[in-house]
């Protein structure tokens, strides 16, 4: 093994490597980490994603206390499609419906067969599930949260939030619209809901609450 002295940040060394050199790096600290990596595999491509896809568990348990996710929505593909089948609870479901980082996925498929895990193409739905979900939209039972929205001639800002990930929700555009709010059509029952309509707005101004009523 070489061992290297760099200034950068360990990612960012780790994708040059990778992209420059060769087919995978392995951090240190995850050789050093038995919590995290306690096998010894003898592929350093395997020992990598398995170490990655641990840290990633351990995220997730934080945050739901201990338990397992039952059902995945994976978007990104290659860079987390491993991660993902990983994570799954024994029984649980891997739904796929995008590969914007790549379409070739790998993941180690012992966790997937093992454990009963599925894996479920979607590509969001057929008309009769678009017109049930429109309606349960009209009924006030699902929110489409935006968080902002640009005029049409700052389409390029809006592009380029979403580009590097700058938002928090959903962004729109308005191509006819002077402004916000033109195409409501329900205004009592949009104020029963403000605050749930309005919450990533009030996050992405650094005001995250809940409270139904108020905007």
């Known amino acids: 093994m070489v061992s290297i002295d760099a200034t950068c940040s360990l990612e960012s060394f780790r994708k040059f490597v990778i992209l420059s050199t060769c087919n995978s790096f392995i951090p240190e600290s995850y050789f050093e980490d038995y919590e995290v990596f306690p096998e ?11 170490a990655a896809d641990k840290v990633t568990l351990k995220k997730i348990r934080d945050m739901t206390g201990g338990e397992d996710p039952d059902v995945i929505y994976e978007h990104p593909g290659r860079e987390t499609f491993a991660a993902s089948v990983f994570v799954a ?21 012992r966790y997937l067969w093992m454990n009963k895990k599925r894996i479920i193409g979607s590509h969001f739905a057929n008309y009769r ?84 009523t108020e905007p």
């Open 40 to 50: 010894r595999e003898t592929a350093p491509g395997l020992i990598y994603i398995e």
């Open 129 to 212: 599930e678009a017109w049930e979900a429109n309606r349960l939209v009209g009924k006030r039972a699902i929110h489409p949260l935006l968080s902002e929205t640009y005029p049409l001639e700052q389409t390029g800002e809006a592009a380029y939030r979403v580009h590097h990930n700058m938002q928090i929700g959903k962004i729109a555009v308005r191509c006819l619209a002077p402004e916000d709010g033109l195409g409501v059509r329900d205004h009592d029952g949009r104020s029963r809901h403000i605050g749930q309509i309005n919450l990533y707005r009030n996050a992405a101004k650094g005001d995250f609450r809940l409270v139904k």
């Open 89 to 109: 609870r024994p029984g649980g479901t891997v739904v796929t419906c995008a590969s914007t980082t790549g379409y070739n996925h790998e993941y180690d498929n």
